[in-house]
């Protein structure tokens, strides 16, 4: 049942089939093999894919960095970290990667956030005699802290499909998001020292805490949505809500979006959201099928054969999620293979939302690997360099990330004590 569900979702995706259909296909052809196909199952796990309450999270977060980049937010957060990190040697790379925390905190999409950091940063550090493969590999890198930092599409996918927290998962994000980012400043330190970068003027105090001013109602989204989701003043849907009309006040406040930026912000948000449904009602179709099809165990009873280390058998699932990840996107991945994994970590004795979190983490450098890195795709897109080169100036901040994944496998600690900060 692995190798026919695998082996017929890969054969379609290799056809060029969109990976809802594929998916969709797959469980078909598994359920027929199994003498269930039945088109009244399809349809109402279809439906039942679609009509979860915690999925209606997705589209107002996509919606918060739709309003968010028209309306002005975007360019107050970068101008209040240039301020505080413009001046120092490689500044503006610093500036990056703290706007990328602060901006994980609005949107909970790599894509998005990548965007809005490149559309404003790659101009600024190449102007500035910044090395273009770097600077570009760098907004990447920091795009992908989007997933991780609550609030976070990929971890609203797996807790619907897995079942899980998503509040528990949203919190456990925190800490290992910060460290990400500190990794990143890290090797931004040994990369700049390269550039013969021109600095900013270091601003005054009193710029420093105008640029704060004009940011502050920007700055203080991500601390309402943490505060919300700690003292259980909403649910992750609902933090969605109250993210996507705060960020619409906050705009029209600055004077700098319209009402007549709607129309387009909420279209754009529509067709997002409805790739993402259909995605996820397939999935969920597709995770009864290897239910049904008693998948997991089998899975378990091969990678048993290996070892019955939970540390070790974590290890081999990121291996595998890695490989994975260089030729999938994130939700897909997501949608798939958590039914699958899932109930092998928990057998084992492995945490749903350490396990969550991790998977989120390997998939998200998934997005900055070629072939098929969405986020390289898109920062290469706005500073014009070619895929080979943006993968040269990346190479730095990926294996830092990939160092840090290693860190939290073998010291869960790093996950699960904070976890415990935030949640008890």
């Known amino acids: 049942m692995i190798w026919l569900f695998l082996g017929t979702l890969f054969f379609f995706l290799l056809l060029g089939i969109p990976v809802a259909i594929s998916m969709l296909i797959s469980a078909i052809v598994m ?3 199994l003498g269930l196909f039945d088109t009244a199952i399809i ?6 894919g679609a009509n979860n309450f915690s999925l209606m999270a997705i589209p107002f977060f996509i919606l918060t960095g739709e309003i968010m980049n028209v309306g002005g937010v975007s360019k107050r957060i970068v101008e209040f970290a240039t301020a505080l990190f413009g001046h120092i040697r490689g500044g503006l790379g610093y500036v990056t990667i703290v706007a990328g925390v602060i ?3 609005l949107s909970g999409s790599a894509v998005a956030d990548t965007a809005a950091l490149g559309a404003i940063l790659i101009p600024m550090m190449i102007a500035r005699g910044y090395n273009k493969n770097s600077s570009t590999g760098l907004v990447a890198a920091s ?3 989007g997933t991780i930092i609550p609030p976070s599409i990929p971890m609203i996918l797996f807790g619907v499909v897995g079942g899980v927290s998503i509040t528990q998962l949203f919190m456990a994000g925190i800490v290992p998001g910060l460290m990400i980012a500190v990794g990143l400043m890290i090797a931004w330190y040994f990369v700049s ?3 013969n970068s021109e600095k900013l003027p270091k601003a005054t105090w009193n710029q420093r805490w105008i640029a704060f001013i004009r940011a502050f109602w920007a700055l203080l989204l991500p601390v309402i949505i943490i505060v919300g989701l700690r003292g259980g003043v909403f649910t992750p849907t609902e933090a969605g809500v109250v993210a996507a009309i705060y960020a619409l006040l906050v705009s029209l406040g600055y004077r700098e979006g319209k009402l007549s930026d709607l129309p387009g912000v909420f279209i754009e948000t529509a067709k997002t959201t ?7 009602s397939t999935a969920i179709v597709s995770a009864y099928a290897i239910t049904v099809g008693q998948i997991p165990r089998e899975l378990g009873e091969t990678i048993g054969g290996f070892t019955d280390n939970p540390t070790v058998l974590l290890l081999i699932i990121m291996l595998f999620l890695l490989l994975v990840g260089c030729v999938m996107d994130l939700t897909p991945a997501v949608l798939i293979f958590t039914p699958v994994l899932l ?3 928990t057998a084992a004795g492995i945490d749903p939302v350490y396990f969550g979190l991790l998977m989120v983490i390997n998939l998200s450098i998934g997005l900055i690997t070629p072939p098929v890195g969405t986020v390289l795709y898109v920062a290469s897109g706005i500073s014009k360099i070619s895929l080979v080169d943006i993968t040269k100036g990346i190479w730095p901040f990926l294996s830092v990330q990939f160092g840090i994944l290693i860190l939290l496998v073998l010291f869960p600690e790093l996950v699960t004590v904070p976890l415990g900060w935030f949640t008890d």
């Open 43 to 48: 349809g109402e796990y279809l439906t039942k």
């Open 143 to 145: 795009g992908i802290i």
């Open 103 to 105: 901006f994980a905190g």
């Open 343 to 345: 109930p092998v970590v």
């Open 31 to 33: 359920l027929s093999a």
């Open 193 to 195: 020292k390269k550039d």
């Open 274 to 280: 409805g790739v993402v449904m259909f995605v996820a």
